[in-house]
């Protein structure tokens, strides 16, 4: 076994944990730490990993908000209610909550089925990842001092309507189309526009990822067929578990971070990073 490469993955899943939740952009640091520290394995391999290695990260929301996302739950006792059997168990904000997740979805899933592959050979390039970095820090900025000291409309995961869920959809659609956006970043910068409150964002982002990523993964594992190596098989295993780990801390930071303090820290982040893929690639790329 090539301990090497599973030390690479541990990185990746390290990276993946990390960029995967903050809004900065995990195709920006895959696409820079897959420059610096290759996996040694094949195109059709790693294209693939890259994005099932989300799946750690996705199972770290489940478990961190598993009593916010799980419809069937055990209801106080109580004499004088009547429902039993299964429906009794069902908590019907959490379903509305998950209907509204769907329709956030429809946008990106429309549009990601029919022309991933196009948008992947006509964006997935260090120009317009950077260029992406750049633009979504500067909006992160923007919209931080436009909503300085100003209250939020929507404060609660009940508050946000089919209406808004569907247009925050919209936001996830840029990310979908051009990497470097962050998926992350782009819903909770919509979020923030359309008058969400910071943690209200972060956490219908989290829930958003859920069907979101795990349809692409499936999708990816489809395509890329059954048939892993031993040593391909622990690899991704290593990355999955790595990011899963390293993403139950960075949720649980980022949801004590926001707190108290606004997005610009990320935004400066993006402004820098991108300049830098910009500087790299334009001097050593050729």
């Given at each position: 076994?090539?301990?090497?490469?599973l030390?690479?993955?541990?990185?990746?899943?390290?990276?993946?944990?990390?960029?995967?939740?903050?809004?900065?952009?995990?195709?920006?640091?895959?696409?820079l730490?897959?420059?610096f520290?290759?996996?040694q394995?094949?195109?059709?391999?790693?294209r693939?990993?890259?994005?099932?290695?989300?799946?750690?990260?996705?199972?770290?929301?489940?478990v961190?908000?598993?009593?916010s996302?799980?419809?069937?739950?055990k209801?106080?006792?109580d004499?004088?209610?009547?429902?039993t059997?299964?429906?009794?168990?069902l908590?019907?904000d959490?379903?509305?909550?998950?209907?509204?997740?769907?329709?956030?979805?429809?946008?990106?899933?429309?549009?990601?089925?029919?022309?991933?592959?196009?948008?992947?050979?006509?964006?997935?390039?260090y120009?317009t990842?950077?260029?992406?970095?750049?633009?979504?820090?500067?909006?992160?900025?923007?919209?931080e001092?436009?909503?300085k000291?100003?209250?939020?409309?929507?404060?609660?995961?009940?508050?946000?309507?089919?209406?808004?869920?569907?247009?925050?959809?919209?936001?996830?659609?840029?990310?979908?189309?051009?990497?470097?956006?962050?998926r992350?970043?782009?819903?909770?910068?919509?979020?923030?526009?359309?008058?969400?409150?910071?943690?209200?964002?972060?956490?219908?982002?989290?829930?958003?990822?859920?069907?979101?990523m795990?349809?692409a993964?499936?999708?990816?594992?489809?395509?890329?067929g059954?048939?892993?190596?031993?040593?391909?098989?622990?690899?991704?295993?290593?990355?999955?578990?790595?990011?899963?780990?390293?993403?139950?801390?960075?949720?649980?930071?980022?949801m004590?971070?926001?707190?108290?303090?606004?997005?610009?820290?990320?935004?400066?982040?993006?402004?820098?990073?991108?300049?830098?893929?910009?500087m790299?690639f334009?001097?050593?790329?050729?």
């Amino acid at each position: 076994m090539d301990w090497i490469e599973l030390i690479k993955a541990v990185v990746f899943g390290i990276v993946e944990g990390i960029t995967e939740w903050l809004p900065i952009s995990s195709t920006g640091h895959m696409i820079l730490l897959n420059e610096f520290m290759p996996l040694q394995v094949t195109e059709e391999f790693y294209r693939m990993f890259e994005v099932v290695i989300q799946l750690g990260a996705i199972l770290a929301v489940v478990v961190i908000f598993w009593h916010s996302i799980f419809p069937f739950q055990k209801p106080p006792y109580d004499p004088r209610r009547k429902k039993t059997g299964l429906i009794s168990y069902l908590k019907i904000d959490i379903v509305i909550l998950w209907c509204k997740i769907l329709v956030a979805c429809v946008p990106a899933a429309i549009i990601g089925l029919l022309f991933s592959e196009q948008f992947e050979a006509w964006f997935y390039n260090y120009t317009t990842v950077a260029l992406a970095l750049i633009i979504f820090g500067v909006a992160f900025l923007l919209i931080e001092e436009r909503h300085k000291g100003k209250a939020a409309r929507i404060n609660s995961l009940a508050e946000i309507t089919f209406t808004l869920a569907l247009f925050i959809g919209f936001f996830q659609l840029i990310a979908a189309i051009f990497p470097g956006t962050s998926r992350s970043g782009a819903t909770i910068v919509g979020a923030l526009l359309l008058g969400v409150s910071r943690k209200v964002a972060a956490e219908f982002t989290f829930f958003l990822a859920i069907p979101v990523m795990f349809g692409a993964s499936l999708l990816k594992i489809v395509q890329f067929g059954f048939h892993f190596s031993g040593m391909e098989l622990a690899i991704l295993l290593t990355g999955l578990i790595t990011a899963f780990i390293v993403s139950i801390i960075v949720i649980k930071f980022l949801m004590d971070y926001i707190k108290r303090h606004d997005f610009k820290v990320f935004g400066w982040y993006r402004i820098i990073l991108g300049i830098i893929v910009l500087m790299y690639f334009g001097l050593f790329a050729s």
